[in-house]
């Protein structure tokens, strides 16, 4: 029985919206606070050169570990017992730590949404691709077949394309971008003529046709308004850099689809053949319910980032 299998069959509630994940009561089992162990200086935070924020664990001689700080829950020698499972179903070790699956972070279930993983079970001289969701109806797949036919798939979108449906697509997609932009001109019309308006204010107040209450009234309006518009115009032109944006993938998928999996094949590495998938593909979804007949195949959908 796994970890998720026993949370569940022992009643206990996962914490949040979200079901029990291996990694979730994986983190539980080794949290040295169920001992009255309190653990300082685990984690490791560091910048690369862009700014952005790593995480890495530390050499556990560098943690800083206060024993006995509470009244632990439960004793050490089961707490040893849970560690030595737990070291001896450990998937990797320090030296094995390459990506293994070229697919990671791409294909996730049809029903429940999570990323499939890959996994060698015991007795199964084939890896698995399964969602490791506790009680998701998905069944699992081996996963070379599910390689296979994603590669099967793309190379068939890439030389059965329509060109009236690629076109048809550019139409509506145009359509959309010039509405984008009729309405981004409209704004700013908008905004040019409140900017008029305030102007005509200080000249009606200096006239005395407005009193000063009067003027702040119909100033603190106009100021609402234009604020608004901004944010509105703001909105408008980044959906129109996002459609741009789009134009260029569109242009280029196909023919970088046409090549696909021939540069798929040649990649040496599984990481090379994910950062290649990835560039292509947005997502995978996986179908292969529970109750389907044993010899009713797979399904996947595809969505290319265009």
């Given at each position: 029985m796994g970890r998720i299998a026993i949370a569940h069959n022992l009643g206990i509630q996962p914490p949040g919206d979200h079901p029990w994940e291996s990694i979730t009561v994986h983190d539980i089992l080794?949290?040295?606070?169920?001992i009255g162990n309190i653990v300082f200086g685990k984690r490791k935070y560091t910048k690369d050169s862009s700014g952005r924020k790593h995480i890495s664990i530390r050499p556990r001689d560098e943690w800083i570990i206060v024993e006995h700080a509470h009244e632990p829950i439960i004793d050490l020698e089961l707490w040893n017992k849970v560690q030595q499972v737990n070291a001896s179903n450990?998937?990797?070790?320090?030296n094995d730590l390459q990506l293994k699956n070229p697919l990671a972070g791409v294909v996730r279930c049809g029903v429940c949404g999570k990323t499939l993983i890959r996994r060698n079970h015991h007795g199964r001289t084939r890896a698995m691709y399964l969602c490791n969701i506790y009680r998701c109806p998905t069944r699992m797949t081996r996963f070379?077949?599910?390689?296979?036919?994603?590669?099967?798939?793309?190379?068939?979108?890439?030389?059965n394309s329509p060109s009236e449906d690629i076109m048809l697509q550019e139409e509506v997609h145009q359509s959309e971008v010039d509405s984008l932009q009729k309405q981004l001109a409209k704004a700013e019309e908008?905004?040019?003529?409140?900017?008029?308006?305030k102007d005509k204010l200080?000249?009606?107040?200096?006239?005395?046709?407005?009193?000063?209450?009067?003027?702040?009234?119909?100033?603190?309006?106009?100021?609402?308004?234009?604020?608004?518009?901004?944010?509105t115009i703001q909105t408008l032109r980044e959906e129109i850099d996002k459609a741009e944006a789009q134009d260029k993938r569109r242009e280029n998928i196909l023919p970088a689809l046409s090549?696909?999996?021939?540069?798929?094949?040649?990649c040496s590495s599984a990481d090379a053949k994910n950062q290649l998938?990835?560039?292509?593909?947005?997502?995978v979804r996986y179908y292969r319910h529970k109750d389907w007949p044993f010899d009713r195949p797979f399904e996947l959908e595809i969505y290319l980032r265009v």
């Amino acid at each position: 029985m796994g970890r998720i299998a026993i949370a569940h069959n022992l009643g206990i509630q996962p914490p949040g919206d979200h079901p029990w994940e291996s990694i979730t009561v994986h983190d539980i089992l080794e949290n040295e606070a169920y001992i009255g162990n309190i653990v300082f200086g685990k984690r490791k935070y560091t910048k690369d050169s862009s700014g952005r924020k790593h995480i890495s664990i530390r050499p556990r001689d560098e943690w800083i570990i206060v024993e006995h700080a509470h009244e632990p829950i439960i004793d050490l020698e089961l707490w040893n017992k849970v560690q030595q499972v737990n070291a001896s179903n450990a998937y990797h070790t320090k030296n094995d730590l390459q990506l293994k699956n070229p697919l990671a972070g791409v294909v996730r279930c049809g029903v429940c949404g999570k990323t499939l993983i890959r996994r060698n079970h015991h007795g199964r001289t084939r890896a698995m691709y399964l969602c490791n969701i506790y009680r998701c109806p998905t069944r699992m797949t081996r996963f070379e077949f599910v390689e296979e036919r994603l590669m099967e798939q793309l190379s068939h979108i890439a030389k059965n394309s329509p060109s009236e449906d690629i076109m048809l697509q550019e139409e509506v997609h145009q359509s959309e971008v010039d509405s984008l932009q009729k309405q981004l001109a409209k704004a700013e019309e908008k905004t040019q003529r409140i900017a008029e308006q305030k102007d005509k204010l200080h000249d009606l107040l200096e006239q005395e046709v407005y009193d000063v209450a009067t003027f702040l009234e119909q100033s603190n309006k106009l100021t609402d308004a234009s604020t608004n518009l901004t944010r509105t115009i703001q909105t408008l032109r980044e959906e129109i850099d996002k459609a741009e944006a789009q134009d260029k993938r569109r242009e280029n998928i196909l023919p970088a689809l046409s090549h696909f999996v021939e540069e798929y094949n040649r990649c040496s590495s599984a990481d090379a053949k994910n950062q290649l998938l990835k560039a292509i593909v947005e997502e995978v979804r996986y179908y292969r319910h529970k109750d389907w007949p044993f010899d009713r195949p797979f399904e996947l959908e595809i969505y290319l980032r265009v």
